[in-house]
Structures are given as C-alpha cells and as structure tokens.
C-alpha cells in the first residue's frame, strides 16, 4: 500500500531527492512545500511530512510540524542539520532525523513513520531520536 508524504523543505535540490526516494518506494509525494502557508495547504489528505526547521519563511518548521500532527492528523517527522533547535521535541510528532540523511537513513524513517500511522510495530532508525511522549507503540 502507497501513502501520500508531504516534503517541507525549502532546498529544491534536498526536496527533489528526498522525492525520488519517496517515489522509489511506492509511496505518493504530496508535494514539495517551502514555507508554512504552502505546507498548510497540502496538509488535507497527507499520511506522512518529513519537515525541516529553517524554511523560506524563517523558522517556521516547528509550527507546521505541531499544526500537521495535532490538527491534521499526520504522522510528523523532522528533518533537520539543527536537531538541538528541537530541544525536547514537538507534542504529537515522532522525531526527529539529522540531516545530511542518506537515502537508507531516508527510506529507514519512511517504512517507521508509515509503520506509527498506521499502528504496526517497527524499530526505529538508528540515527532517528524518538521524542519522549510517543505512545511506545515502536518499542
């Protein structure tokens, strides 16, 4: 089964990638959204974002993330070459990634993130840090 994945990141380059190996899966890009009113106008039918912090807009990935998960529903996970700027993590997301990620490291946190949407079991990756309020539903 594909799932639809929204990507927010302002590097068209970093996007695309990330994009090709989300294609190369089987699963549906969402879209690519650089800042926060392009990722909230595709957050409606999305199962997965992956989100970095430091968007056009400035520091808006934070937000969107906490807006996707608690008022959309979506399964949020960021991806970012500030993990600390998360300090202890956003309610109602899952982690984060540190970037540069490879495509192993990327396609390690998709088969997770779709795993916690849809409330089956699965390790997480390695390099992902998990934030402490997560339901333990991937222990």
């Known amino acids: 089964m594909s799932y639809r994945i929204l990507i927010v990141e302002d590097e068209i380059i970093v996007a695309t990638e990330i994009e090709d190996v989300i294609a190369d899966m089987g699963h549906v890009p969402a879209g690519i959204a650089a800042d926060q009113k392009s990722a909230l106008a595709l957050a409606g039918n999305v199962d997965v974002a992956l989100v970095d912090l430091n968007l056009r807009d400035g520091p808006t990935g934070m937000t969107i993330g906490r807006i996707l998960a608690q008022t959309h529903g979506v399964t949020v996970v960021f991806m970012t070459a500030n993990p600390s700027q998360l300090g202890d993590g956003v309610p ?12 192993r490291d990327l396609h390690d946190v998709v088969n997770f993130a779709v795993a ?11 390099r992902m840090r998990l934030f402490d309020w997560n339901d333990g539903s991937y222990a």
Not at 116 to 126: C, D, E, F, I, M
């Open 92 to 103: 109602g997301t899952l982690g984060v990634l540190p970037k540069p990620a490879t495509d």
């Open 116 to 126: 916690q949407h849809t409330r089956k079991k699965a390790n997480p990756p390695q």
